[in-house]
């Protein structure tokens, strides 16, 4: 390989990692289209059209994030001052093969309330675009996603459960208060 080829591919590669980089989704950013099925069978597209009420997305991308997922949802059905968010979990399954995708969506559903399967989204496509939107660096914890009610992200989570960040995720839902909650 001569001099020039090897810096237009050493070009080639900084600009794609840049590229891959700005593909992560940051705080004032607009919702993507995250297209999917509800645990119950019904098809679902967010961001809704609504714009009335915020979300939470908390995402899976591997069995053992369930339980950090678990811990999140756990803390926000216990919190008064978050009882007024719209929260969806957020279950990534493309990599799952399509001969066990069956039985995974079964273990999901013997597992969860039924009065949880419309907030539960089954998503087989854009995985991922997903792991770069959220900069997944470890797909054994969950991703949060809040968005307020134009669809705009106000806050990220930075890794797995913690009670600092679960407190950080706490005080933006609050912030949001009458613009976002309705």
Request: a positive charge; charged letters at 25%; proline letters at 5%.
């Amino acid at each position: 390989m001569n001099k020039r080829t090897e810096i237009l591919r050493w070009v080639f590669l900084a600009s794609l990692g840049a590229a891959i980089a700005s593909t992560s989704l940051k705080p004032g950013d607009v919702m993507p289209t995250l297209s999917g099925e509800t645990l119950s069978a019904k098809p679902i597209q967010l961001p809704l059209a609504d714009k009335v009420v915020a979300r939470l997305l908390v995402f899976s991308f591997s069995r053992e994030a369930g339980s950090d997922s678990r811990l999140w949802t756990e803390h926000l059905a216990k919190d008064p001052s978050t009882a007024a968010l719209i929260v969806f979990r957020v279950i990534m399954l493309q990599s799952v093969p399509r001969l066990f995708r069956g039985a995974a969506v079964s273990g999901i559903k013997s597992g969860m309330p039924q009065s949880l399967w419309d907030k539960t989204i089954l998503v087989f496509r854009d995985e991922t675009l997903w792991k770069q939107y959220l900069a997944v660096s470890n797909a054994k914890c969950s991703y949060l996603l809040l968005m307020d009610a134009d669809n705009r992200i106000r806050w990220l989570s930075p890794g797995p459960y913690t009670d600092a960040g679960y407190e950080d995720l706490r005080r933006e839902v609050n912030r949001l208060g009458n613009s976002g909650i309705k």
